[in-house]
């Protein structure tokens, strides 16, 4: 069936670095897609979003890349801090008028001091 | 921006017993909700969607009448976990649309971690 998911389940960095977390996708229909942040015990937390007529999108240190024709995902956080310590998901609306979230399934995070 | 509250934010109940989470949109008029279940170290999983003054639709394998969700205006839905089992112990969250904002502005509670014993 249609799912989203990531390739790298945990990630550790060293504090200053950049950090990449990358998402596959497979429902090419899909024209919209999230990044969030999961701190433990809270609800997801936008990030940055991107409509799919865009590549890349870039926001506060964080900058989103789409490739439609691998069906590939990626979050670029620059110069990490340790409150950038979270599960990372992406999520995908795959068609117009459908407003249901699908989930990857997610990479765990940490900055190392 | 938009803010969705969720109450409460951790409950813990008898087995058999029933367990009400509240969903409110606190800004703005939310036609639709969403209600998601989370289990450690796993990603969200839709349970259902929540229509304002229509029955809610459920995803494939989640009991509607175990898991009834009621949306009877425009700022609350409500998720009531009946007869709650052990295996029902998880992170329940919420979201819901703000449509006035952005065009597909979905904002999360902070979830409720329900414990079962």
Known sequence: GESVGLHLPTLSVQEGDNSIINCAYSNSASDYFIWYKQESGKGPQFIIDIRSNMDKRQGQRVTVLLNKTVKHLSLQIAATQPGDSAVYFCAENGNFGNEKLTFGTGTRLTIIP | ?117
């Open chain 2, 1 to 117: 921006g938009a803010v969705v509250s969720q109450h409460p934010s951790w409950v813990i109940c008898k087995s058999g017993t029933s367990v009400k989470i509240e969903c409110r949109s606190l800004d703005f008029q939310a036609t639709t909700m969403f209600w998601y279940r989370q289990f450690p170290k796993q990603s969200l999983m839709l349970m259902a969607t929540s229509n304002e003054g229509s029955k809610a639709t459920y995803e494939q394998g989640v009991e509607k009448d175990k898991f009834l969700i009621n949306h009877a205006s425009l700022t609350l839905s409500t998720l009531t976990v009946t007869s709650a089992h052990p295996e029902d112990s998880s992170f329940y969250i919420c979201s819901a649309r703000d449509l006035g904002t952005a065009l597909y502005g979905y904002t999360f509670g902070s979830g409720t971690r329900l414990t079962v014993v």
